[in-house]
Protein backbone atom coordinates (compact mmCIF):
# COMPACT_ATOMS: atom_id res chain seq x y z
CA UNK A 1 0.00 0.00 0.00
CA UNK A 2 1.42 3.34 -0.83
CA UNK A 3 1.06 6.65 0.98
CA UNK A 4 -1.68 8.15 -0.38
CA UNK A 5 -3.53 4.64 -0.67
CA UNK A 6 -2.68 4.49 3.57
CA UNK A 7 -4.31 7.80 3.86
CA UNK A 8 -7.13 7.59 1.92
CA UNK A 9 -7.93 4.19 3.87
CA UNK A 10 -7.66 5.75 7.16
CA UNK A 11 -9.28 8.98 6.28
CA UNK A 12 -12.02 6.97 5.25
CA UNK A 13 -12.60 4.68 8.50
CA UNK A 14 -12.75 8.04 10.22
CA UNK A 15 -15.44 9.39 8.65
CA UNK A 16 -17.45 6.11 8.74
CA UNK A 17 -17.02 6.67 12.21
CA UNK A 18 -17.76 9.87 12.39
CA UNK A 19 -20.81 9.16 10.90
CA UNK A 20 -21.61 6.37 12.68
CA UNK A 21 -21.75 8.24 16.22
CA UNK A 22 -23.65 11.20 14.97
CA UNK A 23 -26.42 9.04 14.16
CA UNK A 24 -29.43 11.00 15.38
CA UNK A 25 -31.67 9.93 18.65
CA UNK A 26 -35.70 11.82 19.08
CA UNK A 27 -37.53 13.67 16.04
CA UNK A 28 -37.59 16.39 18.16
CA UNK A 29 -34.13 16.83 18.24
CA UNK A 30 -33.92 16.77 14.54
CA UNK A 31 -32.61 20.36 14.39
CA UNK A 32 -29.67 19.77 16.66
CA UNK A 33 -28.30 16.56 15.24
CA UNK A 34 -29.10 18.02 12.00
CA UNK A 35 -26.83 21.11 12.92
CA UNK A 36 -24.38 19.21 14.46
CA UNK A 37 -24.02 16.46 11.75
CA UNK A 38 -23.91 19.93 9.54
CA UNK A 39 -20.41 21.04 10.54
CA UNK A 40 -18.98 17.43 11.94
CA UNK A 41 -19.43 15.92 8.15
CA UNK A 42 -18.34 19.13 6.08
CA UNK A 43 -15.13 17.45 5.01
CA UNK A 44 -12.39 18.50 7.48
CA UNK A 45 -9.23 17.65 6.78
CA UNK A 46 -8.93 15.47 9.92
CA UNK A 47 -5.91 16.56 11.30
CA UNK A 48 -5.62 15.79 14.62
CA UNK A 49 -7.91 12.40 14.65
CA UNK A 50 -5.22 11.19 11.87
CA UNK A 51 -2.39 12.11 13.96
CA UNK A 52 -4.00 10.61 17.44
CA UNK A 53 -4.68 7.00 15.17
CA UNK A 54 -1.10 6.78 13.80
CA UNK A 55 0.99 7.72 16.45
CA UNK A 56 -1.03 5.35 18.37
CA UNK A 57 -0.37 2.67 15.86
CA UNK A 58 2.92 3.45 15.57
CA UNK A 59 4.09 3.18 19.73
CA UNK A 60 1.30 -0.47 19.38
CA UNK A 61 -2.05 0.66 20.62
CA UNK A 62 -5.15 -1.29 18.79
CA UNK A 63 -7.51 0.96 16.78
CA UNK A 64 -10.11 -0.45 19.38
CA UNK A 65 -8.78 2.00 21.47
CA UNK A 66 -7.93 4.31 19.64
CA UNK A 67 -10.83 5.29 17.42
CA UNK A 68 -13.56 6.73 19.83
CA UNK A 69 -10.78 9.19 21.07
CA UNK A 70 -10.14 9.80 17.78
CA UNK A 71 -13.15 11.14 16.94
CA UNK A 72 -13.66 12.67 19.97
CA UNK A 73 -10.97 14.94 19.29
CA UNK A 74 -12.94 16.14 16.36
CA UNK A 75 -16.07 16.36 17.76
CA UNK A 76 -14.43 18.93 19.73
CA UNK A 77 -12.35 20.53 17.21
CA UNK A 78 -15.41 21.35 15.20
CA UNK A 79 -17.14 22.38 18.13
CA UNK A 80 -14.68 24.94 18.31
CA UNK A 81 -14.86 26.33 14.78
CA UNK A 82 -18.52 26.53 15.22
CA UNK A 83 -18.10 28.76 18.16
CA UNK A 84 -15.52 30.50 17.02
CA UNK A 85 -17.58 31.75 13.97
CA UNK A 86 -20.15 32.86 15.81
CA UNK A 87 -20.96 36.50 15.60
CA UNK A 88 -19.97 37.01 19.19
CA UNK A 89 -16.77 35.60 18.00
CA UNK A 90 -14.84 35.88 15.26
CA UNK A 91 -18.09 36.24 13.17
CA UNK A 92 -17.03 33.96 9.85
CA UNK A 93 -19.78 33.60 7.29
CA UNK A 94 -17.72 30.39 5.60
CA UNK A 95 -15.96 27.32 7.23
CA UNK A 96 -14.86 23.98 5.41
CA UNK A 97 -15.92 25.18 2.25
CA UNK A 98 -19.74 26.29 3.31
CA UNK A 99 -21.80 28.46 5.05
CA UNK A 100 -21.40 28.33 8.90
CA UNK A 101 -22.98 26.59 10.95
CA UNK A 102 -24.90 29.91 13.07
CA UNK A 103 -25.80 30.70 8.95
CA UNK A 104 -27.59 27.84 8.39
CA UNK A 105 -29.36 26.81 11.73
CA UNK A 106 -29.41 30.62 13.28
CA UNK A 107 -26.79 31.48 16.23
CA UNK A 108 -29.14 29.38 19.27
CA UNK A 109 -28.90 26.52 17.48
CA UNK A 110 -25.34 26.78 16.22
CA UNK A 111 -24.16 27.21 20.27
CA UNK A 112 -26.34 23.98 20.67
CA UNK A 113 -25.06 21.99 18.29
CA UNK A 114 -21.35 23.15 19.43
CA UNK A 115 -21.93 22.24 23.24
CA UNK A 116 -23.85 18.71 21.29
CA UNK A 117 -20.81 17.51 19.92
CA UNK A 118 -18.62 18.77 22.60
CA UNK A 119 -20.39 16.39 25.60
CA UNK A 120 -20.87 13.59 23.33
CA UNK A 121 -16.90 13.56 22.46
CA UNK A 122 -17.10 12.87 26.64
CA UNK A 123 -19.36 11.04 26.71
CA UNK A 124 -18.03 8.78 23.62
CA UNK A 125 -14.31 8.64 25.93
CA UNK A 126 -16.13 8.09 28.96
CA UNK A 127 -17.76 5.32 27.43
CA UNK A 128 -14.91 3.78 26.22
CA UNK A 129 -13.26 3.97 29.76
CA UNK A 130 -15.71 2.08 30.97
CA UNK A 131 -15.71 -0.71 28.52
CA UNK A 132 -11.58 -1.43 29.23
CA UNK A 133 -12.09 -4.91 31.06
CA UNK A 134 -8.36 -5.02 31.71
CA UNK A 135 -7.27 -2.31 34.62
CA UNK A 136 -3.76 -1.09 32.48
CA UNK A 137 -6.34 -0.16 29.70
CA UNK A 138 -8.81 1.39 31.63
CA UNK A 139 -5.96 3.43 33.16
CA UNK A 140 -4.24 4.79 30.06
CA UNK A 141 -7.94 5.32 28.44
CA UNK A 142 -8.71 7.44 31.41
CA UNK A 143 -5.25 9.27 31.63
CA UNK A 144 -6.00 10.00 27.57
CA UNK A 145 -9.09 11.60 28.11
CA UNK A 146 -7.82 13.59 31.31
CA UNK A 147 -5.33 15.55 29.26
CA UNK A 148 -7.56 15.85 26.16
CA UNK A 149 -10.22 17.65 28.37
CA UNK A 150 -7.03 19.84 29.84
CA UNK A 151 -5.92 20.12 26.26
CA UNK A 152 -9.48 21.81 25.40
CA UNK A 153 -10.32 23.33 28.16
CA UNK A 154 -9.87 26.96 30.70
CA UNK A 155 -6.12 25.97 31.06
CA UNK A 156 -5.90 25.39 27.31
CA UNK A 157 -7.53 26.10 23.95
CA UNK A 158 -10.60 28.07 25.70
CA UNK A 159 -7.69 30.10 27.58
CA UNK A 160 -5.86 30.92 24.08
CA UNK A 161 -9.44 31.75 22.76
CA UNK A 162 -10.61 34.27 25.71
CA UNK A 163 -7.26 35.46 25.11
CA UNK A 164 -7.65 36.85 21.29
CA UNK A 165 -10.83 38.23 21.97
CA UNK A 166 -9.54 40.34 24.84
CA UNK A 167 -6.42 41.38 22.23
CA UNK A 168 -8.54 42.38 19.50
CA UNK A 169 -7.79 46.08 18.34
CA UNK A 170 -4.67 45.76 20.32
CA UNK A 171 -1.12 45.55 18.62
CA UNK A 172 0.34 42.34 20.79
CA UNK A 173 3.96 41.49 21.16
CA UNK A 174 5.40 38.00 19.99
CA UNK A 175 4.97 36.25 23.43
CA UNK A 176 1.41 37.34 23.96
CA UNK A 177 0.75 35.95 20.14
CA UNK A 178 2.14 32.81 20.83
CA UNK A 179 0.40 32.42 24.38
CA UNK A 180 -2.38 32.48 22.68
CA UNK A 181 -1.76 30.50 19.38
CA UNK A 182 -0.09 28.06 21.36
CA UNK A 183 -3.23 27.50 23.39
CA UNK A 184 -5.76 27.86 20.33
CA UNK A 185 -3.98 25.77 17.83
CA UNK A 186 -1.19 23.93 19.65
CA UNK A 187 -2.74 22.08 22.51
CA UNK A 188 -5.81 19.94 19.96
CA UNK A 189 -2.15 18.57 18.24
CA UNK A 190 -0.64 18.00 21.65
CA UNK A 191 -3.86 16.06 22.53
CA UNK A 192 -4.04 14.29 18.87
CA UNK A 193 -0.34 13.60 19.41
CA UNK A 194 0.48 12.87 23.47
CA UNK A 195 -3.08 11.40 23.62
CA UNK A 196 -2.16 8.68 20.93
CA UNK A 197 0.98 7.73 23.03
CA UNK A 198 -0.41 8.06 26.34
CA UNK A 199 -3.35 5.46 25.04
CA UNK A 200 -0.38 3.22 23.84
CA UNK A 201 1.31 3.29 27.00
CA UNK A 202 4.47 4.77 25.85
CA UNK A 203 7.33 5.57 28.01
CA UNK A 204 7.79 9.42 29.48
CA UNK A 205 10.41 10.47 27.17
CA UNK A 206 8.29 9.61 24.08
CA UNK A 207 5.28 11.13 25.45
CA UNK A 208 7.12 14.34 26.34
CA UNK A 209 9.24 14.40 23.09
CA UNK A 210 5.42 14.01 21.43
CA UNK A 211 3.57 16.47 23.76
CA UNK A 212 6.63 18.69 22.75
CA UNK A 213 6.94 18.47 18.65
CA UNK A 214 2.94 18.78 18.33
CA UNK A 215 3.59 22.26 20.05
CA UNK A 216 5.98 22.96 17.68
CA UNK A 217 3.86 22.12 14.69
CA UNK A 218 0.69 23.46 16.14
CA UNK A 219 2.76 26.38 16.23
CA UNK A 220 3.72 26.37 12.59
CA UNK A 221 0.23 25.56 11.76
CA UNK A 222 -0.79 28.76 12.85
CA UNK A 223 1.81 31.06 11.09
CA UNK A 224 0.83 28.69 8.19
CA UNK A 225 -2.42 30.34 8.50
CA UNK A 226 -1.63 33.96 8.93
CA UNK A 227 0.17 33.24 5.59
CA UNK A 228 -2.77 31.34 3.64
CA UNK A 229 -5.04 34.43 5.41
CA UNK A 230 -2.73 36.41 3.18
CA UNK A 231 -1.91 34.43 0.17
CA UNK A 232 -4.94 32.31 0.11
CA UNK A 233 -8.72 32.35 -1.81
CA UNK A 234 -12.23 31.63 -0.52
CA UNK A 235 -11.55 28.81 -3.12
CA UNK A 236 -8.48 27.23 -2.01
CA UNK A 237 -9.31 27.85 1.63
CA UNK A 238 -13.08 27.30 1.83
CA UNK A 239 -13.33 30.20 4.01
CA UNK A 240 -12.53 34.18 3.71
CA UNK A 241 -9.03 35.30 3.28
CA UNK A 242 -7.47 38.53 4.60
CA UNK A 243 -10.36 37.95 7.47
CA UNK A 244 -7.17 39.15 10.38
CA UNK A 245 -6.10 42.23 8.49
CA UNK A 246 -10.04 43.13 8.05
CA UNK A 247 -10.01 42.99 11.74
CA UNK A 248 -7.02 44.25 12.88
CA UNK A 249 -5.93 41.62 14.58
CA UNK A 250 -2.15 40.98 15.23
CA UNK A 251 -0.82 37.52 13.22
CA UNK A 252 2.72 35.89 12.70
CA UNK A 253 2.64 37.63 9.84
CA UNK A 254 2.25 41.21 10.55
CA UNK A 255 4.76 40.77 13.18
CA UNK A 256 7.20 39.02 11.48
CA UNK A 257 6.72 40.09 7.58
CA UNK A 258 5.48 37.22 5.02
CA UNK A 259 8.88 36.23 4.37
CA UNK A 260 10.41 35.83 7.86
CA UNK A 261 6.80 33.82 8.66
CA UNK A 262 7.87 31.55 6.00
CA UNK A 263 11.03 30.53 7.64
CA UNK A 264 9.88 30.50 10.85
CA UNK A 265 7.32 27.50 9.53
CA UNK A 266 10.59 26.12 7.84
CA UNK A 267 12.55 26.09 11.18
CA UNK A 268 9.51 25.00 13.49
CA UNK A 269 8.76 22.08 11.52
CA UNK A 270 12.18 20.46 11.26
CA UNK A 271 12.33 20.75 15.18
CA UNK A 272 9.09 19.05 15.41
CA UNK A 273 10.26 16.42 12.79
CA UNK A 274 13.46 15.91 14.89
CA UNK A 275 11.58 15.70 17.96
CA UNK A 276 9.99 12.62 16.14
CA UNK A 277 13.25 10.47 15.12
CA UNK A 278 12.58 7.67 17.24
CA UNK A 279 8.60 6.86 16.79
CA UNK A 280 8.75 3.45 15.29
CA UNK A 281 7.76 1.37 12.14
CA UNK A 282 6.11 2.65 9.46
CA UNK A 283 3.55 4.47 11.23
CA UNK A 284 6.14 6.73 12.55
CA UNK A 285 7.02 7.44 9.25
CA UNK A 286 3.44 8.57 8.75
CA UNK A 287 3.38 10.45 11.32
CA UNK A 288 6.44 12.61 10.32
CA UNK A 289 4.96 13.16 6.44
CA UNK A 290 2.12 14.32 7.75
CA UNK A 291 3.91 16.97 10.18
CA UNK A 292 6.12 17.92 7.41
CA UNK A 293 3.31 17.93 4.75
CA UNK A 294 1.13 20.71 7.25
CA UNK A 295 4.42 23.46 6.64
CA UNK A 296 3.07 23.70 2.93
CA UNK A 297 -0.46 23.07 3.31
CA UNK A 298 -2.47 25.14 0.79
CA UNK A 299 -5.86 25.10 3.10
C1 LIG B 1 -14.46 28.60 20.60
C2 LIG B 1 -13.38 27.60 22.65
C3 LIG B 1 -13.27 28.03 21.27
C4 LIG B 1 -12.10 27.90 20.66
C5 LIG B 1 -11.85 28.20 19.28
C6 LIG B 1 -9.64 26.58 17.19
C7 LIG B 1 -10.15 27.88 17.59
C8 LIG B 1 -10.40 28.11 19.02
C9 LIG B 1 -10.44 28.81 16.68
C10 LIG B 1 -10.24 28.63 15.25
C11 LIG B 1 -9.58 29.82 14.71
C12 LIG B 1 -8.58 29.42 13.71
C13 LIG B 1 -8.98 29.51 12.30
C14 LIG B 1 -7.40 29.00 14.11
C15 LIG B 1 -6.36 28.59 13.15
C16 LIG B 1 -5.92 27.21 13.33
C17 LIG B 1 -7.04 26.30 13.15
C18 LIG B 1 -7.50 25.61 14.37
C19 LIG B 1 -7.56 26.12 11.93
C20 LIG B 1 -8.64 25.18 11.63
O1 LIG B 1 -8.18 23.88 11.70
P1 LIG B 1 -8.04 22.98 10.39
O2 LIG B 1 -7.29 23.73 9.32
O3 LIG B 1 -9.57 22.88 9.97
O4 LIG B 1 -7.49 21.66 10.79
P2 LIG B 1 -10.38 21.68 9.29
O5 LIG B 1 -11.65 22.33 8.82
O6 LIG B 1 -9.57 21.10 8.17
O7 LIG B 1 -10.63 20.68 10.38
Given at each position: MNSSEYDTILWQKLEEELKKRITRGEVMDHTLWEAMEYSLLA???RIRPMLLMMTGRSLGASDELLMPFACALEMIHTYSLIHDDLPAMD?????RGRLTNHKVYGGAAAILAGDGLLNLAFETMADTVSRQKQPENMAKAAAAMSYIAACAGPKGMIAGQIADMESENRRLDLSELTYIEFNKTSRLLMAAMKGGAVLAGAEKPVVDNLELSAGKTGLAFQIQDDILDVEGTLETLGKMPDSDSKSAKSTFVSLYGLENAKKQVESLTKEALSLLN???GDEGQKVRDLVESLSHREH
Open positions: GGKNDDYRGLP
